[in-house]
């Protein structure tokens, strides 16, 4: 659906890449102060009430080069919104802050080919199918049929919590390909069907990582590696844990083994990055406290050094 949204190229309503980029500053230019630090890192998506008035085109003091038309500005409105189908909410929109990975949704000349290919053979067993014919009964088929069980709409975990289980989630903030939202919705479903947050926590956290990108990278130097999965092989194929900082504070499979082993329960990680945000050799550039829901990371002293941890705390 977000693939064809923004198509075809060429269209009114396409955003090309240029543009998108253009959005994604503006976006950072009302969205980062909102958690009161302006440090590159939105850490606050959902505070944030963006004006798209700050990039449309025709509005006093916006570049004409670098603006949105109303048309391109209802496609990212769309892109942001959560999706319903006959009024029913089917899924999450994107976060502010997420337009860096937009392209890989957005930005081809036909929609994903994962989506498609899922459509095409999973859904309607049509290789001939078009993206042009893609509407919203297709969806509702789909997640009618839902081939291959993939639809997380099991609440319930009260069979993996009874063998005491312990489960960390995260999510980043900047994920331009698995809206953030989606996570959220999950853990708030979870959360009614468990009986409230305060017991789902004893044994279910769920961590936001602001700047961070579809589970691995950061395009805002924001701190982002804490050794969860699928972040490990950004680094390199020899990578394990947290270089030079191989311990429960600041990798989450430790921390885990530590939950369940000792309980000592996962209030918050250290999450890094380097100089180079790939490049654990380079040397730390930021450490900063990802913290468990509702918990948020929060600066102690707006005067002292945002990029150590020791100058944050979950609030």
């Not at 853990?187 to 069907?193: L, R, V």
Request: overall charge negative; proline content about 5%.
């Amino acid at each position: 659906m977000i693939g064809v949204n923004n198509l075809p190229a060429g269209a009114p309503n396409h955003i090309p890449p240029n543009l998108v980029a253009a959005l994604g500053r503006e976006v950072m230019r009302q969205c980062d102060k909102v958690d009161g630090l302006e440090d590159g890192i939105i850490s606050s998506p959902e505070a944030c009430s963006f004006n798209f008035d700050g990039i449309r085109c025709g509005t006093s003091g916006v570049s004409a080069t670098t603006c949105l038309t109303n048309e391109q500005i209802k496609t990212a409105q769309r892109a942001y919104a959560d999706y319903s189908i006959n009024g029913k909410f089917a899924f999450s929109g994107l976060s502010l802050g997420s337009e860096d990975l937009w392209g890989v949704l957005m930005g081809q000349p036909t929609p994903d080919a994962r989506g498609q290919e899922y459509i095409k053979m999973f859904v309607l067993n049509d290789p001939n199918w078009h993206w042009s014919a893609f509407n919203d009964s297709i969806m509702a088929l789909a997640a009618d049929m839902d081939p291959g069980d993939l639809t997380a709409d099991n609440f319930d975990l009260s069979q993996f919590r009874d063998r005491k289980g312990k489960i960390i989630m995260y999510h980043g903030d900047a994920d331009g390909l698995i809206p953030t939202r989606s996570s959220d919705y999950y853990y708030n479903k979870t959360i009614e069907a468990m009986g409230g947050l305060s017991g789902l926590r004893s044994w279910f956290r769920y961590f936001h990582v602001p700047g961070l990108g579809h589970c691995s990278g950061t395009r805002v130097n924001a701190p982002w590696y804490f050794g969860a999965g699928n972040q490990a092989g950004s680094l390199g194929s020899g990578t394990n844990s947290v270089p030079g900082l191989a311990d429960a504070k600041h990798d989450a499979l430790l921390a885990l083994l530590d939950w369940v082993e000792k309980g000592a329960v996962v209030d918050s990680i250290v999450a890094t990055t380097w100089k180079v945000p790939t490049n654990a050799t380079s040397g730390v550039l930021r450490q900063r406290p990802i913290c468990a829901f509702p918990e948020k990371a929060t600066i102690i002293n707006r005067d002292g050094d945002e990029k150590s941890v020791d100058n944050w705390k979950c609030v």
